[in-house]
């Protein structure tokens, strides 16, 4: 379809919304409040919502993934045990009008994802420099995602679009978020989660950078 390609034109990879530190509407204030989402790092809301506590041995190197610069590296949750990982976890994951951007960064796991509400573009960077974008949304006639699954290693963003129908006036009205469910397994560690530096960008798609940076940077 029409909003799916494997090559994007990049210039159709712009921000739609800015991040902002005003309040949020009432509404998502109220879904962030029943849903006890809390800010992610990684730009927008989350909150884990199940882990199957049995553990296997780590299938990953002791050390953590982190990244080129050590001031991005997340501690480890408490009683964090590098030789072992949780069989899944399963979060909640929201981007708001004011939250709109998931920044890239990567998991040693695969991450299961399913849509719940709204609309958003992923863009993808493969570690062998292609660019994937798609968009999540309920259209599914129209190519839009209720499933999306990224593999390990592959470098993910996501951003906030409105949704079909609320685009008669730019910025006439603010969009629903966009809430998923994500499951990794095995389940969610900081050890294997790295954030992608500019400078690892530029090395990846050298031509692509400078239309990607928005979705490198803090
Ligand atoms: N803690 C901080 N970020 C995350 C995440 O993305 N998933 C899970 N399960 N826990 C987290």
Partial sequence: GEYTFNEPALGALKPIFAPSSEPESLQTTALIQTLALLPHVEGGYFSQTDEDPKTIPSPYPLTPLSGETASQAVPPRPGFDAAVRRLSTTI????????????????????????????????????????????VGNAVERGERLQWVVEGGVWKASYLLDTEGNMASEGAQEPEGLLI??????????????????????????????????????
């Fill in 92 to 135: 909640f994951y929201l981007l708001t009008y004011r939250r709109p951007l998931g920044r890239f960064h990567r998991n040693r796991s695969r991450i299961i994802h399913t849509l719940h509400r709204g609309r958003g573009r992923y863009v993808l960077l493969h570690p062998d420099g292609r660019v994937e974008s798609f968009i």
């Fill in 181 to 218: 469910s994500e499951t990794v397994v095995p389940g969610f560690e900081f050890a294997d989660h790295e954030f992608l530096s500019e400078r690892c960008l530029e090395e990846l798609v050298p031509e692509k950078a400078m239309a990607l940076g928005w979705l490198a940077r803090k």
